[in-house]
């Protein structure tokens, strides 16, 4: 990690580093290293000082998200319980018959962890057949 310092003092500052020597001038402000950090003495540290500064930041980025399909889907949830606690949840436009292959499928294991499984049958794509979804395979 690095740290944005000013040097708000009226003299240089000098680091001595295992990456060699170097200088801070009086209102000048550079990035340095946690190990040169550390080496500057807390009565050194702060206004006046070496003072740490916000790092600038100027970025602006926007994103546009279209949904695919850009409509909601028809969703079934089937819990079957058991050890472990599995539940297949399946998503295809509305009106889908559960017998066609146009469903996207995934099974969501809860082994009793503190973490949840969640595996895709054909890699997530809507070409399952939901009424199969018991032996489907995952991953």
Same mark, same amino acid.
């Given at each position: @990690?690095? $740290?944005?310092?000013? #040097?708000?003092?009226?003299?240089? *500052? !000098? &680091?001595?580093?295992?990456?060699?020597?170097?200088?801070?001038?009086?209102? =000048?402000?550079? @990035?340095?290293? =946690?190990?040169?950090?550390? %080496?500057?003495? %807390?009565?050194?540290?702060?206004?006046?000082?070496? #003072?740490?500064?916000?790092?600038? !930041?100027? /970025?602006?980025?926007?994103? +546009?998200?279209?949904? #695919?399909?850009? *409509? /909601? $889907?028809?969703?079934?949830?089937?819990? !079957?319980?058991? +050890?472990? =606690?599995?539940? *297949?949840?399946?998503?295809?436009?509305?009106?889908?018959?559960?017998?066609?292959?146009?469903?996207?499928?995934?099974? !969501?294991?809860?082994?009793? %962890?503190?973490?949840?499984?969640?595996?895709?049958?054909?890699?997530?794509? &809507?070409?399952?057949?939901?009424?199969?979804?018991?032996? $489907?395979? *995952? %991953?």
């Amino acid at each position: @990690m690095a $740290l944005l310092v000013k #040097n708000e003092s009226s003299s240089p *500052y !000098v &680091f001595e580093s295992s990456g060699g020597r170097r200088q801070i001038q009086p209102g =000048d402000t550079q @990035m340095i290293s =946690d190990e040169e950090w550390a %080496s500057v003495i %807390s009565a050194k540290r702060g206004v006046g000082h070496l #003072n740490p500064q916000a790092l600038p !930041v100027s /970025a602006s980025v926007s994103a +546009t998200v279209t949904p #695919n399909p850009p *409509y /909601a $889907l028809a969703t079934r949830v089937d819990d !079957v319980g058991g +050890t472990p =606690d599995i539940t *297949y949840v399946g998503e295809a436009d509305p009106g889908s018959a559960t017998s066609s292959a146009i469903w996207r499928v995934k099974r !969501v294991t809860d082994d009793g %962890s503190e973490l949840l499984t969640i595996e895709w049958a054909g890699g997530g794509n &809507f070409d399952q057949i939901w009424d199969d979804r018991a032996s $489907l395979t *995952y %991953s």
